[in-house]
């Protein structure tokens, strides 16, 4: 009689418990990698919305002309508008088109003075050609609320200044 044992298709225990460590390692390197991805979102998101509204500062002293950048809260979504007679139209600027937030990145809150904007309203931040932009307080965050800049309009020079976390305008 020939005893040959049969050598088997299947995979040993061992050989199941390498392929599992193998894969934890691999989504343990991957899993920081994305969320550190929806920070960079978010901090590259601020900053240009920052060079946004200190863009929108200078070219309404330039041009002589008012302008007013417009949020919307539920399309995560600004653009720029330029008073012409006396409507506002959507700037023909290249640099001023519709800007549309990243995947994970949202407004969280968006203060104008005193008007807070409502997410089925929006709310603008008005410039004029004389060196003022209103005051405004600009929240974003990732999705989930974990992180998030806020960006506060210096009325004088324009320029937004960035903050890490939420914080509010003091009185």
């Known amino acids: 009689m020939n005893s040959k044992k049969n050598p088997g298709t299947g995979f040993t225990l061992l050989e199941i418990m390498v392929a599992i460590f193998?894969?934890?390692?691999?989504?343990?390197?991957?899993?920081?990698?994305?969320?550190?991805?929806?920070?960079a979102k978010l901090r590259r998101t601020t900053r240009q919305l920052a060079a946004t509204i200190g863009y929108v500062y200078e070219i309404a002293i330039l041009k002589k002309t008012n302008f007013r950048i417009c949020f919307d809260l539920e399309g995560s979504s600004y653009w720029i508008e330029e008073l012409s007679g006396e409507e506002y139209f959507q700037s023909s600027d290249v640099l001023l088109q519709t800007q549309v937030l990243p995947q994970e990145v949202y407004f969280r809150k968006v203060i104008v003075m005193d008007r807070e904007a409502e997410p089925e309203e929006?709310?603008?931040?008005?410039?004029?050609?004389?060196?003022?932009?209103?005051?405004?307080?600009?929240?974003?965050?990732?999705?989930?609320?974990?992180?998030?800049?806020?960006?506060?309009?210096?009325?004088?020079?324009?320029?937004?200044?960035?903050?890490?976390?939420?914080?509010?305008?003091e009185e």
């Open 122 to 169: 929006g709310v603008c931040i008005y410039f004029t050609p004389y060196g003022y932009v209103e005051e405004a307080t600009i929240q974003l965050e990732v999705e989930g609320g974990s992180s998030g800049y806020t960006l506060l309009t210096d009325t004088m020079s324009g320029k937004a200044i960035i903050y890490e976390g939420f914080v509010e305008r």
């Open 22 to 39: 193998i894969i934890g390692m691999i989504a343990s390197m991957a899993v920081p990698r994305m969320s550190s991805m929806s920070g």
